[in-house]
């Protein structure tokens, strides 16, 4: 599944985090552990959104100073109520231990009473220490019998109060499912739906009740039927909510070796929501209408039918559905037949599936069309659409044929299915999902209007369609076991992605949006709050929140590594043979390192290398230090923590990795010679190269950003690289380049350098002009810019604006106001103008505005520069008549691209009441989709006026943000992380933590909430460490 991008580039999060406890600042309090606080009612803290908007406003440049001040403003922030705590704590305390003279005279004890109490105490200590070194037992008349300290498991209560026979949240392995025949008829005038489903199932052990998954589902009817007999029988259905599990009571016991089939019937409603079996809302020449659609992964298939909703319960699928004349049904396998019912209803039957997952079953019901296309080996492809956007939907069929034909011949496996629909759905929360033989994606992901998308728009659309297309191997022909190792979905569908674009379409020249994504998760993965890539989940909220840039990104990340280091060959046969031996199985990670053991001239141990990056948290800081005399360079490696060790009290730093470096020298400089680029395994704490060629003067590690992990360089070695980039930066790639500038603001981030040294590295950059070295300065500075903005140091933030222009200026004033170039310089282009226009560089806010008023005349996109139309329309929004001409234009509008660049415009307002009416239409799904919400509050929390107000608006809704988004989804992910990323202040701090802490289920989000937390002390250690620096600098 590809979470859906909530920046303007098609980075794909992923998003969010899991299973270690927040390590504290000791100045910060944590609700959940400091029992003199853990007491506090809700209803003795009030959150006052625009008081509190109005103290961290009255901060200003002065930001608290000391203990009390912070104790103090925090006080005042949450109502008083720890002061008051504490006060009442001292007078009640000060009653009991009075220096005050008692009214009783004062007299000392006599020895008798000295004696006596003395020989209570020994008697005291005699019995104390007898009982604690008697063995652990319980006396009965019969003596001494030791207790049983066996854990038992408890057994919960079913709904009708029996007692369920089942107690884990995983499903027991005593019976598994062969195939379901499913039967549905989703009626979208009411809104609900009937089904049937038959479950043929495979005794593994002897039991007396099935155990499977059911959650919102009215069971009507159940019976089983043995194979052996064929005549069925009732059975009594018991149900534990709380596990979305259901039970089947049978009685003889169910024998090892034997066949059944479970029958039921039920009804449900379909989902207000996202996920399950949901309806969407559409317009059809002006006309509402109703369509049903699923989304499953991870957990949602239990809520339309009846099942095993596990990865490892693989099943093969019958489906069939009743449908109204005017619609049609799709499926994931082709139709075999069309039947009529009766009263004006058709079945549609669809053919056997291969064995697959449950969470990858899919069906649709509506008035859809689509155009259609085989590929060269026969696979019937179609793009589906509701009808009004029939004309966007050619690209995305001509880019399906040519990946899937790469796919087969890279992989040397035929697709498996024979057909493959990709449907773009008007509702929608995920980006896209890989459902076999039937993906699904947002229309703004697949559909695409030549006519006014940009170069950005064509991209979003391709990387959407290669990455949802490797899954159909990565993840559905072999699917991990559970979902602790969901990387091997989502990791090798990122890395597929990529690595067909650039074979297929390399004049989309995706090495930019590689970067962007890779350099998000190390900058997720340099959290103490992050994660193993296979990490231990267990609940619905961990698995959701495994969906992150860690599992996709960071996933993607290492393949890359390792597919440097062994060379394109070796790696391609490895992941050949990883899919032929496991095909329509599950795995785990380390059967996808024993298959890459077996592929020829392998060399190294894969298996010991990778279960370094896999198995632990984190990625590596690599200190180089260049020894010119001795002709050695000496290496160390330890875990690289953005926020400070004292802000980490309880993190661990033994972590080692096995890093597969990459390093060229002064002696031999050309990335194209092979000879050049030398490699090297680092394994321990610390070691040494010795070079061969005489008088190396410099070392550049991490050839063009292929390795997982970041470098610092000693003084001299720094100052030489520095110089370089000078006076010869073409002597590094684009790529390097980008990663010296990108490992110099995190170094700087975490302390281990000053901003003054970054500083002067950048300086270079009056002389650059290449995309990716550009665009990851311009990242850097403008975070550094608006986190200070925040501060209200309006001074400081100004002096960062001259900087930027000074450095950039000259590239500004060279870009026109069109689409011409290659993509390089077209993303080029649209990066440096979109920054000059936030900043307000003038010349720039004068085109864009006369462009604007252009398109107001015309009305008409097409009369824009499509790459920059999300610019111009910016620009137009900061005023309150282009602002509500956007938005009149917005419902019009039939391309999901267009609207995308108009819902970020406005979205940017700097008008507090238009930023508040879209946030509550989107929440309300009246014109803007509710889909578009988490999109909006992350895009509206970069503004002055917005991070406040998103804040208050995610603590006033958030009961019915909840109900939208499933818990621990990408979406509540972003609206968690992106909505607190600007503060910087330890109230801001204090505040977000005993919000989300106050909930109900405080363990809920902790994961989630303790990168939050993070975040913001993360910004507070970067104020605390810079500021003053940046201030004399500037």
């Known amino acids: 599944m590809e979470p859906h991008s909530q920046s303007e580039q098609a980075q794909l999060p992923r998003n969010m985090i899991e299973n270690s406890m927040f390590e504290e600042d000791p100045e910060i309090v944590d609700l959940s552990k400091d029992s003199r606080l853990h007491p506090l009612e809700p209803d003795e803290v009030e959150y006052e959104p625009r008081s509190s908007r109005l103290l961290v406003r009255g901060l200003g440049e002065h930001d608290l100073d000391d203990d009390e001040e912070d104790y103090e403003s925090s006080a005042r922030l949450l109502g008083m109520s720890f002061m008051n705590r504490s006060s009442n704590y001292r007078n009640n305390m000060s009653g009991a231990y009075s220096h005050e003279p008692s009214s009783g005279s004062c007299s000392l004890p006599t020895g008798r009473t000295f004696l006596v109490g003395a020989f209570v105490v020994v008697i005291i200590l005699s019995i104390a220490m007898v009982v604690y070194f008697l063995p652990r037992c319980t006396f009965t008349k019969e003596g001494c019998h030791k207790k049983n300290t066996t854990l038992t498991l408890v057994y919960p209560l079913a709904t009708n109060g029996q007692v369920f026979p089942w107690p884990k949240l995983r499903l027991p392995n005593a019976v598994v499912p062969v195939h379901y025949d499913l039967s549905l008829h989703p009626n979208l005038t009411t809104l609900n739906f009937t089904g049937s489903v038959h479950i043929s199932l495979l005794i593994m052990e002897d039991t007396n009740n099935i155990t499977l998954h059911s959650s919102g589902l009215e069971i009507i009817t159940a019976t089983i039927t043995p194979e052996a007999t064929g005549h069925p029988k009732n059975v009594q259905v018991l149900e534990y909510p709380p596990h979305q599990q259901i039970a089947i009571k049978v009685h003889p016991m169910l024998s090892k070796g034997e066949k059944y089939t479970l029958n039921l019937k039920y009804s449900a409603n379909l989902s207000d929501g996202f996920s399950g079996f949901y309806k969407g809302i559409y317009k059809d020449k002006n006309e509402t209408r109703i369509m049903a659609a699923t989304q499953f992964e991870p957990f949602a298939a239990r809520t339309a039918f009846p099942c095993f909703d596990e990865p490892a319960f693989k099943a093969t699928f019958g489906i069939s559905i009743i449908r109204e004349a005017d619609h049609i049904s799709l499926s994931n396998m082709p139709k075999n037949t069309t039947t009529s019912v009766g009263n004006g209803l058709y079945q549609d039957t669809f053919t056997k599936s291969v064995k697959m997952s449950s969470y990858l079953v899919a069906f649709i019901v509506g008035n859809l069309t689509s155009i259609s296309q085989n590929t060269p080996s026969g696979t019937l492809v179609s793009v589906y659409a509701v009808p009004d956007k029939v004309d966007q939907m050619k690209y995305a069929l001509e880019t399906t044929v040519k990946l899937l034909k790469f796919y087969e011949s890279f992989l040397n496996i035929s697709y498996s299915l024979k057909k493959l629909d990709l449907m773009a759905l008007p509702d929608f929360e995920a980006g896209a999902m890989e459902n076999w033989g039937l993906v699904t994606f947002r229309e703004v992901t697949l559909l695409y209007k030549e006519e006014t998308a940009s170069i950005m728009d064509k991209q979003i659309v391709t990387h959407m369609i290669a990455h949802e297309l490797a899954h159909q191997w990565f993840g559905n022909l072999v699917t991990m076991e559970w979902w602790n190792d969901l990387w091997l979905n989502e990791g090798f569908a990122s890395f597929m992605e990529f690595y067909s674009l650039d074979k297929v379409f390399p004049e989309l020249q995706v090495d930019k949006y590689l970067s962007n994504t890779r350099l998000k998760a190390m900058e997720e993965d340099s959290l103490n709050s992050s994660h193993p890539l296979s990490n231990p989940v267990e609940t619905l909220e961990q698995i959701g929140e495994m969906f992150d840039f860690i599992s996709y990104q960071k996933g993607a990340s290492i393949l890359l590594m390792l597919k440097d280091f062994l060379n394109e060959t070796v790696f391609q046969q490895g992941i050949r043979q990883y899919l032929k031996e496991h095909e329509y199985q599950n795995t785990k990670t380390e059967d996808l390192w024993n298959s890459m053991t077996k592929a020829e001239s392998i060399g190294v141990n894969v298996k010991e290398m990778m279960e370094t990056w896999t198995l632990q948290t984190g990625f590596p800081l690599v200190t180089v230090k260049l020894d010119t005399a001795a002709n050695k360079i000496h290496l160390s490696q330890e875990r690289f923590l953005r926020l400070s060790r004292s802000h980490n009290l309880t993190s661990t730093y033994n972590s080692l990795w096995h890093i597969p470096l990459t390093y060229i020298t002064s002696s031999c400089v050309d990335y194209k010679q092979p000879k050049c680029i030398k490699k090297w395994i680092l394994k321990n704490k610390t070691d040494t190269i010795d070079l061969k060629d005489p008088s190396v003067t410099w070392v550049k590690f991490n050839i063009n950003r292929n390795g997982f992990y970041i470098v610092d360089y000693d003084d001299s070695t720094s100052e030489k690289l520095i110089g370089l980039l000078r006076t010869n930066p073409k002597a590094f790639s684009d790529q390097d380049r980008a990663g010296l500038i990108n490992n110099a603001f995190m170094l700087a981030s975490s302390g281990k350098i000053s901003i003054k040294k ?10 650059e002009t290449s995309t990716i070295p550009v665009t990851e300065a311009l990242q850097q500075l403008n975070n550094i810019y608006l986190l200070v903005q925040k501060r209200g140091n309006l001074t400081l933030s100004n002096r960062i604006k001259d900087y930027m222009f000074d450095i950039f200026g000259h590239l500004i004033d060279q870009q026109t106001w069109s689409n011409n170039g290659s993509v390089s310089e077209r993303q080029l282009r649209s990066s440096l103008l979109a920054m000059a226009c936030n900043l307000n560089y003038e010349i720039c806010v004068q085109n864009a505005t006369n462009l604007f008023n252009k398109w107001m005349n015309s009305s008409d996109l097409s009369v824009l520069p499509s790459d920059l139309t999300m610019t111009i329309l910016t620009v137009g929004a ?11 234009m917005y419902n019009r509008l039939q391309s999901e691209g267009d609207k995308r660049k108009m819902l970020t415009a406005m979205a940017r307002t700097n008008n507090a009441e238009h930023l508040i009416w879209l946030l509550y239409n989107s929440l309300h799904h009246d014109m803007i989709r509710t889909q578009d919400l988490p999109y909006i509050l992350a895009t509206s929390s970069k503004s002055l006026v917005g991070y406040l107000l998103a804040w208050d608006f995610v603590k006033e809704n958030w009961d019915e943000l909840i109900k939208k988004f499933m818990a621990g989804s990408y979406p509540i992910q972003t ?33 989630l909430v303790q990168k939050a937390l993070e975040s913001i002390s993360l910004n507070i250690q970067w104020m605390e460490n810079n500021l003053k620096t940046l201030e004399m600098q500037l």
Do not use: P, R
């Not at 900061?878 to 009149?888: A, D, N, P, R, S």
């Open 758 to 767: 970054v500083l002067n590295m950048i300086s270079y950059l009056k002389h």
């Open 878 to 888: 900061h005023t309150v008549e282009g602002w509500k001409f956007i938005c009149q």
């Open 975 to 1007: 609206i968690v992380t992106e909505t607190t990323s600007q503060f910087s202040t330890k109230v801001h701090l204090l505040e977000v933590q005993t919000f989300y802490f106050a909930l109900h289920d405080k363990n809920l989000y902790l994961g």
